[in-house]
Every structure is written in structure tokens, then in C-alpha cells.
């Protein structure tokens, strides 16, 4: 970068009154915590990484270390809890501490035009937690608090904390297990984004210990039902008698008989677009899109047959994050299109990932960078 265009750059400063600028955007000290404009990804980013000895500090010292020590450790939503614990410290900071995934349900909550966060959260700690359930559309009941309360803050993605509000909306059938369960882990969440008739108490149970980065008895089940439908279409789900540790055993004898490289496994048609080796490459079989799927935990497994029928193809593209690249096209004569492209658990991509994508379809395919998002016909795997 040039030093003319260096010094266009906006500077991230400590004002003499304790607000923090960057640009045009103001943070005002602890306990306002208000930022103007809201929403600067780039300012909130560099208060979490300050440490002593940065200029920041001197703005984040203020800040309570336990409640910003809390905060970094959210998986999501990081900025709008430090903002609902600065409403009112005190009820903010024992919700956040007590019941993290209320609290996090009340941070993405904030609507994106809100001019007044403060006022906002403030309101809703003012409230009982079950009312706090009520203003957020959900069944205000105690059992539900106790459910919450059994998430600990590391399995509070912005996916299972979306997908386990869907449940206590839409009152799934499991919900009552929960309650009985010595915690709520993102594995448990996914087995509830399955079929009702896949899922049993048993594994539900074996789901409470999963770690907040893998998912293995939700990839079991998801796993073993693929492969189920692959031999039998339409038949009975005939393993609700079995443990996971069972069940594992009967994945393991799947992937046997199909063997490691996806033996037996329907091949896909030869990709639209050549890949870049270690960076954007194209999945040709049914097991590498199986694989794709556990890996990045999302269910992209089930487009294989859009695969195989031509309309559409999936990437694993491994360049600014890890993320799954499905392309679609909806005649065999029209243009290929980004349906989708998500990092791992369906988060959105980052923007060095896009951009790389961008590129490279654009030069496989001129005139396809304005199709990079479509997001009027989203498919969300």
C-alpha cells in the first residue's frame, strides 16, 4: 500500500473524554458501551483483542474483566452482550453468567435499525426470565428456563441458538427429554433438526456429552439414514432400539461395505469448472459430499442427487476459512450460479472467501460475479 493511500486509512484512537474513534464511529466508555453508528465490525473486533500495554486498553480497562473475559468466549454475538450487560450491569451480568444462551437469545434479538441498544436490553432486564420468553415469542414456562440454563456458553452458535428456538416455538416432540438431560450440548440442537422418528431419548442422552465443536451422534444418525435410503427407499427406520454406541457400530459396518474411498458409491458427472488444487475443489462422489457435510456440519450430503442429475455441484474451498461452495444452474443451457457458500455450521463466509470465489467463477465463467449471492432463492443446507 502506498503511504498517499495509507493515510486515507482511518486510525482506531483514545479520545481525552474515553470514547473510543475509528472513522466516524464512536464508542462511548463503560458503562454506556453506545457506539455510533452501530454495527462496526472492525472497532468491536479491536476492543476484544486489546491487551495491556495497547493504546486501547486504556478504554477496555474499564470494563469489567470478568464480563469481558465472558464475552470473548461467546461463539456469537459477542459486542451485543457486552452492550446488554452494560444496560444494567448487575442483571446483566447474572444472566449472562447464569443462563447464557437467554442471554445470547435476547442479544440477537436487538434489531438491526435500533438507534437505542441501551434502552432496548434495558427493558428486557427489567423483566422476569420467563417473561424475558415471552417477549422473545416463546412459551414462557419454567421447564424452558431449566433448559436453556443446561447450555453452556460454548455451544451457543448462532445456528443452534436459531434451530433451538424453532423447537420451543414450534414445541418439538423431544423437548420434554431435554429437561432430563444433564446438559444441552450442539449436538443435542442438531438432533433435533432431524426427522422426530430418527432421534430416540438414548441418543439424545449420548448427544450430552459431545464436544461444542463436533456433532457425532447427530453425524451418526444423519449418516446411517443415508445410507438406509440408499439400499432401501422408503422403508422403516428400524434401529429406534438402539444406543449410539450401537448405532455407531452400524455406520462403521456401512462405510465397510462401501469401503473408505466411497466404493459402491454413485460417482458424480465430471465438475463445470476445474478447481484449484488446495483451495477450491470439486467434490465428485457421493462420499466426499458425506464427508463434506461432517466435516462442515451442514447437510449439504443431501444434494447429491441434484448432483447426479446436472443441476447442480459442490466445492470444498479451503482458502480465507474452510467453507462448502454449492453452485446451481436452473436449465442445463443457462448459467451457473453461487447458490450458496457457507463456512462451518452454515455461518455466512467471510469476504476474503467470497471474493476468491468471485474470481475464480468470473474467470471460468465471465459475466458470473453479480451472481455471487442469490440470495432471493437462498437454499440454506
Known amino acids: 500500500m502506498s503511504d ?44 476484544f483483542s486489546a491487551k495491556p500495554g495497547d493504546q486501547l486498553w486504556a478504554f477496555v480497562s474499564h470494563i469489567p474483566p470478568r464480563l469481558l473475559q465472558r464475552a470473548r468466549e461467546a461463539p456469537a454475538y459477542r459486542w451485543t452482550l457486552l ?70 456458553l460454548a455451544h451457543c452458535t448462532e445456528w443452534t441458538l436459531e434451530t433451538l428456538a424453532k423447537a420451543l416455538r414450534e414445541r418439538h416432540p423431544h423437548l420434554r427429554v431435554l429437561c432430563h438431560l444433564p446438559q444441552v450440548t450442539c449436538d443435542t440442537v442438531a438432533l433435533m433438526d432431524l426427522q422426530p422418528s430418527l432421534v430416540t431419548p438414548r441418543l439424545l442422552l449420548a448427544s450430552a456429552w459431545s464436544n461444542a465443536d463436533a456433532e457425532p451422534v447427530r453425524w451418526c444418525v444423519e449418516t446411517v439414514s443415508w445410507f438406509r435410503e440408499e439400499e432401501m427407499p422408503g422403508r422403516p427406520w428400524p434401529y429406534r432400539g438402539l444406543d449410539a454406541a450401537a448405532l455407531a457400530r452400524v455406520e462403521a459396518r456401512f462405510r465397510e461395505l462401501y469401503g473408505d474411498q466411497g466404493e ?52 470444498s474451498v479451503r482458502v480465507a476459512e474452510r467453507a462448502t461452495l454449492l453452485l446451481r444452474r436452473l436449465e442445463e443451457q443457462t448459467p451457473w450460479l453461487v447458490w450458496d457458500l457457507r463456512a462451518e455450521g452454515n455461518q455466512p463466509a467471510s469476504e476474503g472467501t467470497e471474493t476468491v470465489v468471485a474470481d475464480w467463477l468470473e474467470a471460468n465463467q465471465p459475466g458470473s460475479r453479480q451472481n455471487l449471492k442469490n440470495y432471493e432463492d437462498l437454499d440454506c443446507y
Open 264 to 315: 459402491g458409491l454413485e460417482t458424480f458427472p465430471p465438475p463445470p469448472f476445474p478447481g484449484i488444487p488446495g483451495e477450491i475443489m470439486p467434490l465428485c462422489d457421493r462420499w466426499a459430499l458425506i464427508k463434506e457435510g461432517e466435516e462442515q456440519r451442514n447437510c449439504i450430503a443431501g444434494y447429491g442427487q441434484d448432483v447426479v442429475d446436472g443441476f447442480c455441484y459442490v466445492y
Open 4 to 47: 498517499s493511500a495509507s493515510a486515507t486509512q482511518p486510525t482506531i484512537c483514545v479520545r481525552a473524554d474515553g470514547c473510543v474513534q475509528f472513522g466516524t464511529t464512536i464508542i462511548e466508555p463503560w458503562p454506556s458501551l453506545r457506539m455510533t453508528p452501530p454495527g462496526n465490525v472492525v472497532l468491536s473486533q479491536a476492543v
Open 83 to 152: 452492550e446488554l450487560a452494560a444496560a444494567s450491569p448487575e442483571r446483566g451480568e447474572e444472566l449472562i453468567f447464569a443462563c447464557p444462551a437467554l442471554a445470547l437469545l435476547v442479544a440477537r434479538s436487538c434489531p438491526d435499525d435500533c438507534e437505542d441498544h441501551a434502552g432496548y436490553f434495558r427493558d428486557f432486564l427489567s423483566r422476569s426470565w420467563r417473561s424475558m420468553l415471552d417477549a422473545l415469542l416463546l412459551p414462557a414456562e419454567a421447564r424452558w428456563i431449566r433448559v436453556l440454563r443446561k447450555m453452556p
